[in-house]
C-alpha cells in the first residue's frame, strides 16, 4: 500500500514543497526512513512509532519505507513527524487516502499523541496559497499566524487521535476564523513608548526626525546617562505604520525564527532590536548551519540599535556593510543559498571616549590619544553609511523635574514625518528609489539641484570645513529631506546649513 | 671639534657623571682638547672629583670612538655648540649646571630678543589652546621669540602661534634633536628647523625617556626672559619649569582658571604664590614693557557686523566647548534656524566646532 502526503520546509524565509511517500509491503518488519535527512527529521521514526502505539494502532510487522521528495533537497527540523505519520496510516489504509490531495500537513508529535508548533507555519502557509492547495493542516498554536494566510482552508490540530477521527469524519476539523491584519490594532495597541515622555533634548529630538523621515541612518554620540537609548527606542513609533505587505514579511521572519507567539501572532508594530555589543558576526547578520535570520533581518522594516557602537567587535560591524547596501542579507551554504530580507534603519549611539565624558576636560581622564583610539574603532566605510550624526547632552536635573506643558507625542511627529515621505514618493515616482537616503551618487545633481547662490554657499563651506566628496553626498541628501520636511521643491541655504551641522564625523574630524 | 662632541656626551655616556660633573672638569681643564689628553694623575686633582669619577671617565674614554662617532654626528645633520664656543647661547651661562654642550637643528635663539617661554598641559581645553597661541602671536609681533617643548597641547599651540605670525620659535627637546616627539607634531618640527630651531642636550638618536624631561624645563627657562603657565595642573611638568624659572630668577606669569577647574589648578596656584597675573594680553604687554602700538592685531570682528539672532547665538559662546543642545536651550532659537547661524559663524571664523556638535568662539 502507498500513499503521498504534501508538506514543505523553510529555506531563508520562503518555503519549498515537499512529498511525503510512504509504502507498506510484506517483508522483514522495518521502519525506514530516506531523502537526505538530517537527524532531527531522522528521530521522527521514533516519535511516530511511539505515538501511533500510545494512540492506539500498533505499526503492523511489514517494511514500511518513507521517502521524503524531491531527494536533493536536505530536509530538516521537526515538522515533518505529522505528515510521516498520516502518511503511515494512509498506507495502512486507516486513513482514506483521497482526503489527503490537495492538502499540505506540519507539525511536530510527541510521545503522547500531541501535535506541537513548529517554526515558519507563516511561509509555509503563504507558499500553499500559492500553489492553490486547498487546505493546510498546523498545530493548533499556530494557527492564528497560518490565519493571516488568505485563500486557504486551515484545520488546526491537536492530537494525532483528532487528526485519525477528523479524516474518518467522526468528528469535524477545527477551522480557525481568519485574521485581519490590522484588526488586532484595533483591538489592543502594543505599549509603544512615545516621545513626550522626553523633556528637552530638541537638537537630537529634530535629527531624529529627519532620520526617519528620508530613511537616513543615524549615530547619536554623547555622555552617559543622555538618554541615548530612550530616543532610539522611541524611534519605530515615528515611523509610518507598516503596510500589510510589510507587516507579512516581518512576521514571516518571525516566524521562521519561531518568535510569535499566540497571543502575538503577527508584527503588527515595526520591529525595534537592540542586540548586546557581544553578539557575534552569525547572531548579527544570521548564520548556522541551517541559516536563520540574524539581528538585522528581524529589525526588517524596523530600527536596528547598536548601543555602545564603539565596544562591537570590528567584524560584526563590517558584517553591516552588504546589508546596509543591499538591504538584504545573502548566506552561502553547502545546501544553498539562503536570503533574508533587511530593509532596516540603522541608530547607533557610543560615548565620546572611554569614560565618557570628553569634552568635558574636568570629568573626562581620556588623553587626546586615547579620544582618538576610541574613535577609530568604527571603519571609515561604516560610517559612509550613516548620515546623520548627533551630539546628545547630559540631562541635567533641573531638566529632568521640569514640568513641560506641552511636548510633542510620537503621533503628531509620524504625521510630519508621513507628509515628508509622501513628497519622496511623488518625487520618485517612476523609479526604484523610495528614500533620500537611497539616491545613488550619480543623480544627486538631478534630485538635489542646487541655485547658484547655494552652490556658492556650499563651495565656501566645503573649502572651510574640508569635507570630503562623500560626506558632500550626505550632506546633499539629508539637505533634500529637510527641505522636503519644510514643503519646499527647492534646497535653501538653511536646509544645506542644518545638514551640515548633522555631518557625519569623518576620518579628519576622528584625527581632530 | 671631535673632542667637543666626546665631552657633550659625557654627561650621557658615562657612568656617574652628571652635568654638575662635566661641568666640573671643563672648568678645570678649559677646554675638551685638553681633557682628552689629561692623564689619571691630573684628573684626580680636580676638585669634586672622586677616584670612582676619574675612572668611569676614563672607562668612557676608551670606550669611545672619536672618529667614528664625529662621522655619526655629522650624519645625524645637528650642529653641536658648546661652552667653547662664542655662540654658546648667554642666557645658558647663568644658569645651574648649563650644559656643556647643545645639539640643535636650524638655529639658536637670538641674544638680542626678548624670549618668552609658553608651557603647560598636554591634554589642554580650547580655552588653554587659544590663548597659548594668541599670546605666541601677538609676542612675535611685537619682536620677541617663542621657546617651548613641542609638547602636545598647550606647547604645540604656542609654537604654531608663533609661527602664524611668522616669526621664531624654538623647541627644547626631552630627546634627541633629530627624534620628533611627539610625532603628530611633525610639521611643527620640520618648520621650526627653518625658521627657529630644535635644541637638545641630549646627543642624537637619544629616545624619549620620562626621565630626561624634567631636565630639560630647566632649559625652556634657562633660555627665556619671561615665563608663561598655561594650564597647568597641581601636579605636573610645567610647575618644574615655573621651579626653575624663579631659581634662576626669571619672571613668571601664569594664565588663571575658573576655581575648581582641575586644568588651572597649578595656574592658580602659581599666582597665589606671587607669579604674574595674566588678565588681558595688551595688560600684560604692558607688563613686559613691550609696546603693541604698532601691532595690527589680526581681529577685524565686531559684533556690529553680526545680525541680532547670530549677536545671540555668538555671545552664549566661549572658550570652553558648548552643545548645540545647550545653545539651543540658552537661545530659544528653532534647531534650523540655530544650525544657520552656527554654520555661519564658522564659515566666517568666529566660532569654531572643536568635537561633535560642540562650539567655542575663537574671537575675543
Same mark, same amino acid.
Given at each position: 500500500?502507498?500513499?503521498?502526503?504534501?508538506?514543505?520546509?523553510?529555506?531563508?524565509?520562503?518555503?519549498?514543497?515537499?512529498?511525503?511517500?510512504?509504502?507498506?509491503?510484506?517483508?522483514?518488519?522495518?521502519?525506514?526512513?530516506?531523502?537526505?535527512?538530517?537527524?532531527?527529521?531522522?528521530?521522527?521514526?521514533?516519535?511516530?512509532?511511539?505515538?501511533?502505539?500510545?494512540?492506539?494502532?500498533?505499526?503492523?510487522?511489514?517494511?514500511?519505507?518513507?521517502?521524503?521528495?524531491?531527494?536533493?533537497?536536505?530536509?530538516?527540523?521537526?515538522?515533518?513527524?505529522?505528515?510521516?505519520?498520516?502518511?503511515?496510516?494512509?498506507?495502512?489504509?486507516?486513513?482514506?487516502?483521497?482526503?489527503?490531495?490537495?492538502?499540505?500537513?506540519?507539525?511536530?508529535?510527541?510521545?503522547?499523541?500531541?501535535?506541537?508548533?513548529?517554526?515558519?507555519?507563516?511561509?509555509?502557509?503563504? $507558499?500553499?496559497?500559492?500553489?492553490?492547495?486547498?487546505?493546510?493542516?498546523?498545530?493548533?498554536?499556530?494557527?492564528?499566524?497560518?490565519?493571516?494566510?488568505?485563500?486557504?482552508?486551515?484545520?488546526?490540530?491537536?492530537?494525532?487521535?483528532?487528526?485519525?477521527?477528523?479524516?474518518?469524519?467522526?468528528?469535524?476539523?477545527?477551522?480557525?476564523?481568519?485574521?485581519?491584519?490590522?484588526?488586532?490594532?484595533?483591538?489592543?495597541?502594543?505599549?509603544?513608548?512615545?516621545?513626550?515622555?522626553?523633556?528637552?533634548?530638541?537638537?537630537?529630538?529634530?535629527?531624529?526626525?529627519?532620520?526617519?523621515?528620508?530613511?537616513?541612518?543615524?549615530?547619536?554620540?554623547?555622555?552617559?546617562?543622555?538618554?541615548?537609548?530612550?530616543?532610539?527606542?522611541?524611534?519605530?513609533?515615528?515611523?509610518?505604520? *507598516?503596510?500589510?505587505?510589510?507587516?507579512?514579511?516581518?512576521?514571516?521572519?518571525?516566524?521562521?525564527?519561531?518568535?510569535?507567539?499566540?497571543?502575538?501572532?503577527?508584527?503588527?508594530?515595526?520591529?525595534?532590536?537592540?542586540?548586546?555589543?557581544?553578539?557575534?558576526?552569525?547572531?548579527?547578520?544570521?548564520?548556522?548551519?541551517?541559516?536563520?535570520?540574524?539581528?538585522?533581518?528581524?529589525?526588517?522594516?524596523?530600527?536596528?540599535?547598536?548601543?555602545?557602537?564603539?565596544?562591537?567587535?570590528?567584524?560584526?560591524?563590517?558584517?553591516?556593510?552588504?546589508?546596509?547596501?543591499?538591504?538584504?542579507?545573502?548566506?552561502?551554504?553547502?545546501?544553498?543559498?539562503?536570503?533574508?530580507?533587511?530593509?532596516?534603519?540603522?541608530?547607533?549611539? *557610543?560615548?565620546?571616549?572611554?569614560?565618557?565624558?570628553?569634552?568635558?576636560?574636568?570629568?573626562?581622564?581620556?588623553?587626546?590619544?586615547?579620544?582618538?583610539?576610541?574613535?577609530?574603532?568604527?571603519?571609515?566605510?561604516?560610517?559612509?553609511?550613516?548620515?546623520?550624526?548627533?551630539?546628545? $547632552?547630559?540631562?541635567?536635573?533641573?531638566?529632568?523635574?521640569?514640568?513641560?506643558?506641552?511636548?510633542?507625542?510620537?503621533?503628531?511627529?509620524?504625521?510630519?514625518?508621513?507628509?515628508?515621505?509622501?513628497?519622496?514618493? /511623488?518625487?520618485?515616482?517612476?523609479?526604484?528609489?523610495?528614500?533620500?537616503?537611497?539616491?545613488?551618487?550619480?543623480?544627486?545633481?538631478?534630485?538635489?539641484?542646487?541655485?547658484? $547662490?547655494?552652490? /556658492?554657499? *556650499?563651495?565656501?563651506?566645503?573649502?572651510?570645513?574640508?569635507?570630503?566628496?562623500?560626506?558632500?553626498?550626505?550632506?546633499?541628501?539629508?539637505?533634500?529631506?529637510?527641505?522636503?520636511?519644510?514643503?519646499?521643491?527647492?534646497?535653501?541655504?538653511?536646509?544645506?546649513?542644518?545638514?551640515?551641522?548633522?555631518?557625519?564625523?569623518?576620518? $579628519?574630524?576622528?584625527?581632530? | 671639534?671631535?673632542?667637543?662632541?666626546?665631552?657633550?656626551?659625557?654627561?650621557?655616556?658615562?657612568?656617574? &657623571?652628571?652635568?654638575?660633573?662635566?661641568?666640573?672638569?671643563?672648568?678645570?681643564?678649559?677646554?675638551?682638547?685638553?681633557?682628552?689628553?689629561?692623564?689619571?694623575?691630573?684628573?684626580?686633582?680636580?676638585?669634586?672629583?672622586?677616584?670612582?669619577?676619574?675612572?668611569?671617565?676614563?672607562?668612557?674614554?676608551?670606550?669611545?670612538?672619536?672618529?667614528?662617532?664625529?662621522?655619526?654626528?655629522?650624519?645625524?645633520?645637528?650642529?653641536?655648540?658648546?661652552?667653547?664656543?662664542?655662540?654658546?647661547?648667554?642666557?645658558?651661562?647663568?644658569?645651574?649646571?648649563?650644559?656643556?654642550?647643545?645639539?640643535?637643528?636650524?638655529?639658536?635663539?637670538?641674544?638680542?630678543?626678548?624670549?618668552?617661554?609658553?608651557?603647560?598641559?598636554? =591634554?589642554?581645553?580650547?580655552?588653554?589652546?587659544?590663548?597659548?597661541?594668541?599670546?605666541?602671536?601677538?609676542?612675535?609681533?611685537?619682536?620677541?621669540?617663542?621657546?617651548?617643548?613641542?609638547?602636545?597641547? &598647550?606647547?604645540?599651540?604656542?609654537?604654531?602661534?608663533?609661527?602664524?605670525?611668522?616669526?621664531?620659535?624654538?623647541?627644547?627637546?626631552?630627546?634627541?634633536?633629530?627624534?620628533?616627539?611627539?610625532?603628530?607634531?611633525?610639521?611643527?618640527?620640520?618648520?621650526?628647523?627653518?625658521?627657529?630651531?630644535?635644541?637638545?642636550?641630549?646627543?642624537?638618536?637619544?629616545?624619549?625617556?620620562?626621565?630626561?624631561?624634567?631636565?630639560?624645563?630647566?632649559? &625652556?627657562?634657562?633660555?627665556?626672559?619671561?615665563?608663561?603657565?598655561?594650564?597647568?595642573?597641581? =601636579?605636573?611638568?610645567?610647575?618644574?619649569?615655573?621651579?626653575?624659572?624663579?631659581?634662576?630668577?626669571?619672571?613668571?606669569?601664569?594664565?588663571?582658571?575658573?576655581?575648581?577647574?582641575?586644568?588651572?589648578?597649578?595656574?592658580?596656584?602659581?599666582?597665589?604664590?606671587?607669579?604674574?597675573?595674566?588678565?588681558?594680553? !595688551? !595688560?600684560?604687554?604692558?607688563?613686559?614693557?613691550?609696546?603693541?602700538?604698532?601691532?595690527?592685531?589680526?581681529?577685524?570682528?565686531?559684533?556690529?557686523?553680526?545680525?541680532?539672532?547670530?549677536?545671540?547665538?555668538?555671545?552664549?559662546?566661549?572658550?570652553?566647548?558648548?552643545?548645540?543642545?545647550?545653545?539651543?536651550? !540658552?537661545?530659544?532659537?528653532?534647531?534650523? =534656524?540655530?544650525? !544657520?547661524?552656527?554654520?555661519?559663524?564658522?564659515?566666517?571664523?568666529?566660532?569654531?566646532?572643536?568635537?561633535?556638535?560642540?562650539?567655542?568662539?575663537?574671537?575675543?
Amino acid at each position: 500500500m502507498y500513499s503521498i502526503v504534501s508538506t514543505a520546509i523553510v529555506r531563508g524565509i520562503e518555503s519549498i514543497p515537499i512529498r511525503v511517500e510512504a509504502d507498506v509491503t510484506d517483508g522483514m518488519p522495518v521502519f525506514e526512513m530516506v531523502g537526505f535527512l538530517s537527524a532531527e527529521v531522522r528521530e521522527a521514526r521514533e516519535r511516530v512509532r511511539t505515538a501511533l502505539k500510545n494512540c492506539g494502532y500498533r505499526l503492523p510487522p511489514k517494511r514500511i519505507t518513507i521517502n521524503l521528495s524531491p531527494a536533493y533537497v536536505r530536509k530538516c527540523g521537526s515538522s515533518f513527524d505529522l505528515p510521516v505519520a498520516v502518511a503511515v496510516l494512509a498506507a495502512m489504509g486507516i486513513i482514506p487516502k483521497d482526503r489527503l490531495e490537495q492538502l499540505l500537513i506540519v507539525g511536530e508529535v510527541g510521545l503522547d499523541g500531541r501535535i506541537k508548533p513548529i517554526h515558519g507555519v507563516l511561509p509555509i502557509v503563504t $507558499k500553499a496559497a500559492q500553489e492553490r492547495m486547498d487546505a493546510c493542516m498546523v498545530p493548533v498554536e499556530n494557527a492564528k499566524e497560518a490565519a493571516l494566510v488568505k485563500g486557504i482552508r486551515l484545520f488546526g490540530v491537536n492530537t494525532l487521535e483528532e487528526v485519525i477521527k477528523g479524516f474518518n469524519d467522526e468528528i469535524k476539523f477545527w477551522e480557525p476564523e481568519k485574521e485581519e491584519i490590522g484588526h488586532e490594532k484595533k483591538v489592543k495597541r502594543k505599549e509603544v513608548p512615545d516621545f513626550s515622555e522626553i523633556n528637552g533634548q530638541q537638537f537630537v529630538k529634530r535629527a531624529c526626525e529627519i532620520a526617519v523621515s528620508g530613511r537616513h541612518n543615524l549615530l547619536m554620540i554623547g555622555p552617559p546617562g543622555a538618554g541615548k537609548t530612550m530616543i532610539a527606542r522611541r524611534i519605530p513609533g515615528i515611523l509610518p505604520e *507598516m503596510t500589510e505587505d510589510e507587516a507579512l514579511e516581518v512576521t514571516k521572519i518571525y516566524s521562521v525564527r519561531g518568535l510569535l507567539t499566540e497571543s502575538e501572532a503577527w508584527m503588527a508594530e515595526r520591529p525595534f532590536r537592540n542586540p548586546h555589543h557581544t553578539i557575534t558576526p552569525q547572531g548579527l547578520a544570521g548564520g548556522g548551519m541551517v541559516p536563520g535570520p540574524g539581528e538585522i533581518s528581524l529589525a526588517h522594516h524596523g530600527v536596528l540599535f547598536l548601543d555602545e557602537l564603539a565596544e562591537f567587535r570590528r567584524e560584526t560591524l563590517e558584517i553591516l556593510r552588504q546589508p546596509m547596501e543591499e538591504h538584504c542579507v545573502k548566506l552561502a551554504r553547502l545546501a544553498g543559498n539562503y536570503e533574508f530580507p533587511s530593509d532596516f534603519m540603522l541608530v547607533a549611539a *557610543m560615548n565620546p571616549c572611554r569614560c565618557g565624558y570628553y569634552p568635558d576636560l574636568n570629568r573626562c581622564h581620556c588623553t587626546k590619544g586615547m579620544v582618538e583610539q576610541y574613535l577609530k574603532k568604527i571603519s571609515q566605510p561604516l560610517l559612509d553609511r550613516i548620515d546623520i550624526c548627533v551630539e546628545t $547632552k547630559r540631562v541635567e536635573y533641573q531638566d529632568l523635574i521640569k514640568e513641560n506643558p506641552h511636548q510633542e507625542t510620537s503621533a503628531e511627529i509620524r504625521k510630519r514625518v508621513v507628509a515628508a515621505m509622501e513628497r519622496q514618493q /511623488q518625487r520618485f515616482a517612476g523609479t526604484n528609489i523610495r528614500y533620500n537616503s537611497r539616491i545613488p551618487a550619480a543623480l544627486l545633481t538631478k534630485y538635489c539641484r542646487l541655485s547658484t $547662490k547655494q552652490k /556658492q554657499y *556650499m563651495e565656501s563651506i566645503y573649502q572651510k570645513l574640508e569635507l570630503t566628496a562623500r560626506s558632500y553626498h550626505r550632506i546633499l541628501r539629508v539637505a533634500r529631506t529637510i527641505a522636503d520636511m519644510d514643503g519646499s521643491d527647492e534646497i535653501l541655504t538653511r536646509h544645506l546649513s542644518e545638514a551640515v551641522c548633522y555631518r557625519n564625523v569623518d576620518k $579628519k574630524f576622528w584625527e581632530g | 671639534m671631535k673632542y667637543k662632541y666626546w665631552l657633550a656626551c659625557m654627561a650621557q655616556m658615562a657612568e656617574n &657623571i652628571g652635568t654638575g660633573k662635566v661641568e666640573k672638569l671643563f672648568r678645570f681643564a678649559g677646554s675638551a682638547g685638553v681633557l682628552y689628553d689629561m692623564s689619571e694623575k691630573e684628573f684626580m686633582q680636580i676638585p669634586g672629583i672622586t677616584e670612582a669619577d676619574v675612572k668611569s671617565v676614563l672607562t668612557y674614554k676608551k670606550a669611545w670612538n672619536l672618529e667614528e662617532a664625529w662621522e655619526n654626528l655629522k650624519r645625524s645633520g645637528l650642529y653641536l655648540v658648546t661652552r667653547e664656543d662664542e655662540n654658546y647661547p648667554k642666557r645658558l651661562l647663568y644658569i645651574n649646571k648649563p650644559p656643556y654642550g647643545i645639539f640643535y637643528k636650524g638655529s639658536l635663539p637670538p641674544e638680542d630678543k626678548k624670549s618668552i617661554a609658553i608651557v603647560g598641559a598636554r =591634554r589642554c581645553s580650547e580655552y588653554g589652546r587659544y590663548y597659548a597661541k594668541h599670546l605666541a602671536e601677538l609676542a612675535v609681533k611685537a619682536g620677541c621669540i617663542i621657546i617651548s617643548g613641542l609638547a602636545a597641547g &598647550i606647547d604645540g599651540a604656542a609654537h604654531s602661534g608663533a609661527m602664524a605670525a611668522e616669526g621664531e620659535t624654538y623647541a627644547v627637546m626631552g630627546c634627541g634633536a633629530d627624534y620628533c616627539y611627539p610625532r603628530q607634531n611633525q610639521s611643527l618640527y620640520q618648520t621650526m628647523t627653518q625658521k627657529g630651531g630644535i635644541l637638545s642636550e641630549y646627543m642624537p638618536q637619544t629616545k624619549p625617556l620620562g626621565k630626561l624631561f624634567p631636565q630639560r624645563n630647566r632649559l &625652556i627657562s634657562g633660555l627665556s626672559d619671561v615665563v608663561v603657565v598655561i594650564e597647568a595642573k597641581e =601636579r605636573s611638568g610645567s610647575l618644574i619649569t615655573a621651579d626653575f624659572a624663579l631659581e634662576q630668577g626669571k619672571d613668571i606669569y601664569a594664565l588663571p582658571g575658573r576655581v575648581g577647574d582641575v586644568l588651572s589648578g597649578g595656574c592658580n596656584r602659581l599666582i597665589r604664590q606671587g607669579a604674574g597675573i595674566i588678565v588681558s594680553p !595688551e !595688560e600684560w604687554f604692558k607688563d613686559l614693557e613691550i609696546d603693541l602700538a604698532n601691532i595690527v592685531v589680526s581681529n577685524a570682528f565686531s559684533k556690529k557686523v553680526l545680525e541680532k539672532d547670530e549677536g545671540v547665538v555668538y555671545s552664549v559662546l566661549d572658550l570652553q566647548p558648548k552643545s548645540a543642545q545647550q545653545i539651543l536651550e !540658552e537661545t530659544k532659537l528653532p534647531v534650523d =534656524r540655530m544650525c !544657520e547661524i552656527l554654520l555661519t559663524l564658522e564659515n566666517a571664523g568666529f566660532i569654531k566646532e572643536v568635537y561633535k556638535n560642540y562650539y567655542i568662539k575663537i574671537h575675543e
